[in-house]
């Protein structure tokens, strides 16, 4: 087979309200990749009771889609998952296979690629075709981009997080195929879920937020992280962080935001305390305005903003709170 012929995947993960956000805007990438290579775009998504799911996804941008409807995969899996979508795509040989950067697309991602012994790239924040047709998957490294290529092994895949790329804008119209996928009546799960606890989750999601407050290591102690999240409330904002601030245990790790966290596009960023490590930065998409709060009038986070404040913010936040609560109550 050509190596550069076959289909370009992606791997929906369903939630409670249906496909989520990240495999929708996998879906649209998809399909414009597909269009460039002139080949289809196919879906497979493993679930329970969604009826309504294939529809959704071919509205999306999907040509085909598989779906497994069962029980026994209503709730992920690894290694059945990993059974059965390995199956799938040995048989239809598939050209680049794209999932999300979920809990369960990082562990899921790595099981197949080294199933079907070929390459994977994880947290890409852009993906695009070289003159041969080839996926040039993008990561931020070393201070700037570095772009990964599988030349040989197939299917290439690569991981993205939400709000890497746009939603689609659904066409009810487009018409695919559905197909429904055997489920292997001789596996025997080596782990059953006896209990789903769900997280609490903070009130303001960073993935939708409008305005987001990220603090760092310039914190310095609790006492600075506690102003930070005050400020957060004040705007009405999504509390964010950066490595350190996570280490230091004054916020929990689904806060961080960039390579390894969350890819976000508020319309106003502030980052206190952050020295701007393209590590965190590459994770803020179209921001409108960002402004950054740092003592350190060399720190490289300065030339990444629209506005900077150079003052430790432990002197100059108190006074920012100040002024902003005396605002609210006129």
């Not at 993935?207 to 760092?216: C, L, Q, R, W, Y």
């Not at 319309?267 to 930065?281: A, D, F, N, R, V």
Request: hydrophobic share 40%.
């Amino acid at each position: 087979m050509d190596n550069n012929k076959g289909s370009v995947w992606v791997i929906a993960e369903q939630g409670k309200l249906g496909i989520l956000d990240v495999s929708l805007q996998l879906i649209d990438k998809a399909r414009q990749l597909a269009d460039t290579l002139g080949s289809p775009v196919e879906v497979v998504s493993l679930g329970y009771q969604c009826e309504l799911i294939g529809t959704q996804l071919i509205a999306a941008g999907a040509d085909k889609v598989y779906i497994a409807d069962d029980p026994a995969t209503a709730v992920y899996q690894a290694e059945l998952y990993t059974k059965i979508i390995s199956q799938l795509f040995k048989q239809q040989q598939p050209n680049i296979v794209l999932v999300g950067s979920t809990f369960m697309g990082r562990e899921l991602a790595p099981i197949l690629a080294a199933t079907l012994k070929t390459g994977l790239t994880a947290h890409c924040t852009d993906l695009c075709l070289d003159e041969k047709g080839i996926l040039e998957q993008k990561i931020p490294a070393y201070g700037g981009m570095m772009t990964i290529v599988c030349p040989e092994k197939r299917p290439q895949m690569a991981t993205v997080a939400k709000g890497v790329f746009g939603l689609p804008n659904p066409d009810n119209e487009r018409t695919g195929e559905i197909l429904t996928l055997e489920i292997p009546n001789d596996f025997k799960a080596r782990i059953r879920t006896i209990e789903i606890v769900k997280e609490e989750v903070p009130s303001i999601s960073l993935e939708s937020a409008d305005k987001i407050v990220a603090g760092g290591a310039g914190a310095q102690n609790i006492k600075g992280w506690n102003m930070i999240k005050e400020l957060a409330n004040l705007l009405g904002a999504g509390l964010g962080s950066t490595r350190p601030a996570v280490d230091e245990a004054w916020i929990k790790i689904d806060s961080m935001i960039g390579q390894s966290g969350k890819m976000v596009n508020p319309k106003l960023y502030i980052g206190i305390g952050l020295s701007g490590e393209q590590q965190h930065m590459v994770g803020i998409v179209d921001s409108e305005i960002m402004i950054a709060i740092n003592n350190d009038e060399q720190s490289p986070v300065f030339s990444q903003v629209d506005y900077g404040i150079v003052d430790d913010c432990q002197l100059f936040l108190p006074e920012l709170i100040k002024k902003l609560k005396a605002h609210q109550e006129q």
